[in-house]
């Protein structure tokens, strides 16, 4: 058996719930931090406390997936630090200066091939992120925020931005990646 008690600051207001249950409160309320608390002997203390979600603004993180993204540090704001493709995004600069330390005469777009392939990556997030309707986004970001997202003009220009510099930069590395490959880069 365990006990919940829905109001931690009134002890006295607890319920008791066998196991299955408790694992049916767990996978249907995500939204609520479970405390393990020795009770008695037989019984475990879980304090369930609604957990108050900090407002993720639409309009930042489209622009600093755009700006900052091929670092990881959009999914960073929007996951937190212990985000795997965060880091995986974020190692991707080193790994290339790394490898432009170790072979210093090789070809820079090879090098710089999966930073290259995070910047490109993180234009693709901007412009999903920044195209997603404003209810998906409360829904998957600010579900228990309490406040909703309204985006603005200042977007459509972010978004713009965005697809500009994904299309140079996508067009521009296939362009290089074709020089180098069928004339030897004898175009520069």
């Known amino acids: 058996m365990f006990a919940i008690?829905?109001?931690?600051?009134?002890?006295?207001?607890?319920?008791?719930?066998?196991?299955?249950?408790?694992?049916?409160?767990?996978?249907?309320?995500?939204?609520?931090?479970?405390?393990?608390?020795?009770?008695?002997?037989?019984?475990?203390?879980?304090?369930?406390?609604?957990?108050?979600?900090?407002?993720?603004?639409?309009?930042?993180?489209?622009?600093?997936?755009?700006?900052?993204?091929?670092?990881?540090?959009?999914?960073?704001?929007?996951?937190?630090?212990?985000?795997?493709?965060?880091?995986?995004?974020f190692v991707t600069l080193p790994l290339s200066l790394l490898a432009l330390g170790l072979w210093p005469d090789q070809q820079k777009l090879f090098l710089f091939a999966p930073f290259i392939?995070?910047?490109?990556?993180?234009?693709?997030?901007?412009?999903?992120?920044?195209?997603?309707?404003?209810?998906?986004?409360?829904?998957q970001q600010n579900a228990h925020s309490g406040k909703k997202s309204e985006s603005t003009w200042l977007i459509a220009l972010i978004i713009v931005l965005s697809v500009g510099v994904g299309a140079i930069g996508l067009i521009g590395t296939i362009a290089r990646t074709f020089d180098l490959l069928f004339t030897g880069g004898s175009y520069g």
């Open 5 to 89: 008690r829905y109001h931690p600051d009134r002890p006295d207001h607890a319920a008791h719930v066998d196991q299955e249950d408790f694992h049916r409160i767990c996978m249907f309320a995500p939204d609520y931090r479970f405390i393990h608390r020795p009770f008695t002997d037989t019984l475990s203390h879980i304090a369930l406390t609604s957990m108050t979600t900090k407002h993720k603004n639409k309009t930042f993180a489209t622009f600093i997936t755009t700006v900052f993204g091929s670092i990881g540090l959009h999914r960073f704001y929007l996951y937190g630090a212990k985000d795997v493709w965060g880091w995986i995004h």
């Open 117 to 139: 392939a995070s910047e490109l990556i993180a234009i693709l997030e901007a412009l999903v992120t920044g195209l997603m309707p404003d209810e998906k986004w409360d829904a």
